[in-house]
């Protein structure tokens, strides 16, 4: 592939290999922008990006706000509580406004599934989703790529499980497109009522066995439990969570020697994941953040209409 | 009063096991036994004569919110589908929970309605499923039906109060099956596309759960209960096997339900988005064969209008619904077409059937019957153009798709109420 195509990134479902490939090797090229003294690109210099975010979320809106300012492009954030959208306003009309002040990027956050493939044929902008309710979080999934890559040199071949909060995961459904297509083994593991057995049709291993699951782990990539997208009946509590789930010392201790401990974030200590599990030299959640940043850049620049990363 | 002759047919009239090449008469409103002589010929040679077809599932959405549709819309696009009468669902607003609205509602119906309109009633005061309807006096207004179509009535005592009271009327009770816990907020069918598509899921246990809680009511008050829009293989099942105990249970199944799946909902199109959702192919083949062995006895719409601005929004925010009345027959030939009926089945299923359910002196072309007719090219090639849709609302997933049959003429009454140009 010798082109970017695309002027949205709704998501990893739609891509193919070659695309996968081409946007983390311009990652790859835009983390070493980070590491400069000047740290700063003049690739979107004019161009206005408009953070939309309509869910609230601090890690990824920073993060995406860093990218754009970064690219030298001109930030703007809006969120659910300052837009007009409390007044009724509808999402379409809150975009079409935003591309009537002339928006390249719209980038958005939405609690409804599907809500930026409703925009993007709508708008002449690029759109960028940030996470649309449980369907897809496409650039956490290349970040995570992006750190494995990093780290084990590979992703085909590797044993990668993702425990916790499937079913209304948007990490997951992402991860899962990724790492499936790039010819990862993913198992999926979790409690039966938020881990159903239906997502073995997307080529995954499905266990409600915790040992099962970490066995052979190259990888554990945890998920927050979701309580805001959750109904009281598919858990008992957090606590049951945390004995029956949860990556306590005595499981970690029982992983493979170099397996890896990721998470997108935000963590809850001592409920999915020990806190000294989570600050140990095998967790790699801080390089995730850092490596976001490069891939967000990446994906910005690309959708902007970029080629070739300037050096 | 005008007669007419509509020649060269063929009649089919399920009612009268009628199927052959005749021509019909029609006299002073009435089916008639043979020609008046100053009568308009029309010549239907290669058409189908059938009694005027009956939609039992249709929100005409007036009073309330005549922005989506109204009775006059509402019946001119129900004229367009070959229907010549529909009964209107009581989820209005004011909910037809009370004699007065069902008085508007007839009366605006004689005034601009173009074919028969029935209005039926709601079984609990405003669709609560709190408190019963005034049922026996919605009777006397004119209902033909109760029902608290879009909701459900969850308290099981209640229903079946409902059903034992409505027995004293000689009301059927139709139902829409929807286990309110178990369905939760999903918006489309629990299964792969959900899980992919990150939409939450309704699944078919809160359909089949109603279904088999509405088969014991009915067995136990010995009174009629019809389950609306039937969407999964489960509930074909049920109702299968408790209409071989002799239970008084009858259903529907609605066009988008026997030719769509969920996995159609992938774009995240809301004209896709209905309740109960669109479900899996194993489902639609279900219902294909309740519909083939009796199980499924009618056919209807679920005409659902909404402005074309409540639907162009996120998937999880929009309203349910399709409209449905033009495109119901042709997706319902496709069925001849396939194989899967015989006309005669299916004309069954638009006429008698939904007569005998609701006590409709309609659905049969026996001599002295109202002229209610309708002609129809079963093997006419034709395009959909929502745009050209005599409903106000645009919410059609067929829009653009290539149709094989459709209404030629309408008669309601002995009056033609539509003919295709």
Redesign the interface.
Known sequence: MKRWQRKDLLGIQELSVAEINFLLNSAQAFKQVGKRSVKKVPSLRGKTVVNLFIEPSTRTRTSFELAATRLSADVINITANASSLVKGETLKDTALNLQALHADVIIIRHSAAGAPHFLAPLLKASVINAGDGAHEHPTQALLDAFTILEKKGKIAGLNITILGDILFSRVARSNIWLLTKLGANVTLAGPSTLVPRVFEQFGCRVTHNIDDALRDADVVNLLRIQHERQRQTLFPSIGEYTTMFGLNKERFARLKPDAMIMHPGPINRGVEIDSEVADCERSVILEQVTNGLAVRMAVLFLCSGGQAVES | MNSLIIKHGRVIDPANRVDEVRDLFITGGKIAGAASSKADVIDATGKIITPGLIDIHVHLREPGRSDKESIETGTRCAARGGFTSIVAMPNTTPAADNTGTIAFIKQRAAEVACVNVFPAGAITKELKGEELAPIGSLKRAGVVAITDDGRCVQNNELMRRAVEYAKMFDLPVMDHCQDYNVA?DGVMHE??WS??????GWPAVAEEIIVARNILLAEITDWHIHCQHLSSARSVELVRAAKKRGVKISAEACPHHFTLTDESVK??DTNLKMNPPLRTEADRQALLAGLADGTIDIIASDHAPHCT?EK??????APFGIIGLETELALSLALVHQKVLTLPQLIEKFTINPAKLLRLSKGTLSTGADADVTVIDPVAEWTYDVEQSASKARNSPFHNWNLKGRAMITIVGGKIAWQLE
Do not use: I, M, P
Request: hydrophobic share 45%; no cysteine; glycine share 12%.
């Open positions: 939760a299964g792969y899980a992919a598509l990150g939409l939450r774009e995240y601005y162009q929004v996120e998937f999880d925010v």
